[in-house]
């Protein structure tokens, strides 16, 4: 029960990115630059309390972990995020580590610079290669 509930979770966050890259005027970093909006584009993060959970089951859990590194890589394969930009790497891992600092009480009052830092960062990405 609990992979179909990963499953949809997952499906779930495959659409709101793909809603969110789908208004991005730039494509390279599009799946990038959602990722960072739905992590830090609200007040609170944009997750529910089911994909919470799903995450921090996640990290003691090899299936839940290989669902998810399955989905990430086949996402950024599509979006043509593959390709070891450095530069979207490293603004992933940050909205990762923040979104599950967070999640365990950390308060990050620079959420907005944040944002808008790591949102910068994905649109000199495509320039240096």
Same mark, same amino acid.
């Given at each position: 029960m609990i992979d179909a509930i990963f499953e949809e979770v997952?499906? $779930?966050l495959a659409s709101e990115i793909g809603a969110r890259a789908s208004k991005?005027?730039?494509?390279h970093g599009a799946f990038t630059r959602a990722y960072i909006d739905l992590a830090?584009?609200?007040e609170e993060?944009?997750?529910? $309390?089911?994909w919470i959970?799903?995450?921090?089951?996640?990290l003691d859990d090899p299936a839940l972990r290989m669902k998810w590194t399955e989905w990430l890589n086949d996402?950024?394969?599509e979006y043509g995020e593959d390709q070891g930009n450095v530069e979207l790497?490293?603004?992933?891992?940050a909205v990762d580590g923040a979104w599950l600092a967070q999640h365990f009480g950390v308060a990050i009052p620079e959420r907005k610079s944040m944002h808008e830092a790591?949102?910068?960062?994905?649109?000199?990405?495509g320039k240096r290669g």
């Open positions: 997952l499906d $779930q991005d005027r730039v494509a830090f584009g609200g993060p944009a997750m529910d $309390q089911t959970a799903l995450s921090l089951l996640m996402q950024l394969s790497s490293i603004a992933r891992f790591l949102t910068k960062s994905t649109f000199s990405a």
